[in-house]
């Protein structure tokens, strides 16, 4: 019989994995059906800057709760389904996701023992400037929105990370221990 902490962090797994499936797709078709948006700045990014910024940090949750071979696993289907989802974006959104997830993942995991936040927003750093440098040069082949493909990116990113940092403090105030990785 599972504990309720055991439950509970395989609740938080599944949440937190199904929001990063979620985030790709909605990045990809952003992408094909809205355009461009503002990101602030005066600085414009392609519609599904904000659910790339999210995926980032979404795949360091996934990784903190049901560990690194789930989110190796997550890595290759989201670059899989970013694929599947946008053929005419297929190549520049799967290169781009491949790359940078995977970028992420070597930024964070090292990271992790100087702390969530730190190797979180480290990996975000540079997952958003490889997630754009590679999606524009691929899908437009120009770099002219890379500021604000980068700065959306770390825009959203920021945001899920003080997200996820009260989820995590609200996790400890009620005495479960949820996570896989230390730290």
């Known amino acids: 019989m599972r504990t309720s902490a055991a439950k509970w962090r395989a609740a938080l797994g599944a949440t937190a994995l199904g929001l990063y499936v979620a985030t790709i797709w909605l990045a990809n078709y952003l992408v094909q ?23 980032l940090v979404l795949r360091n949750a996934v990784q903190r709760v049901m560990g690194r071979p789930v989110s190796v696993a997550a890595i ?5 389904l970013s ?6 974006l297929a190549r520049a959104s799967a290169a781009a996701f491949l790359f940078s997830e995977t970028a992420d993942f070597l930024v964070y995991t090292p990271l992790t023992r100087r702390g969530w936040t730190i190797a979180s927003t480290c ?13 524009l040069q691929l899908a437009f082949h120009d770099l002219s929105f890379w500021k604000g493909q980068f700065v959306g990116k770390l825009e959203m990113a920021l945001v899920a990370i003080v997200l996820w940092a009260l989820v995590e403090r609200w ?3 009620s005495g479960g221990r949820i996570l896989a990785e230390a730290g």
Do not use: E, K, M, T
């Open 33 to 55: 059906h809205v355009g461009f948006v503002s990101v602030g700045f005066g600085l414009q990014a392609p519609a599904g800057v904000y659910c790339a910024g999210a995926a």
């Open 123 to 135: 990996g975000a750093v540079v997952g958003a400037a490889i997630d754009s440098l590679i999606f």
């Open 171 to 173: 996790a400890r105030a």
């Open 83 to 88: 694929y599947w989802i946008s053929p005419s």
């Open 76 to 80: 290759v289907v989201g670059a899989g």
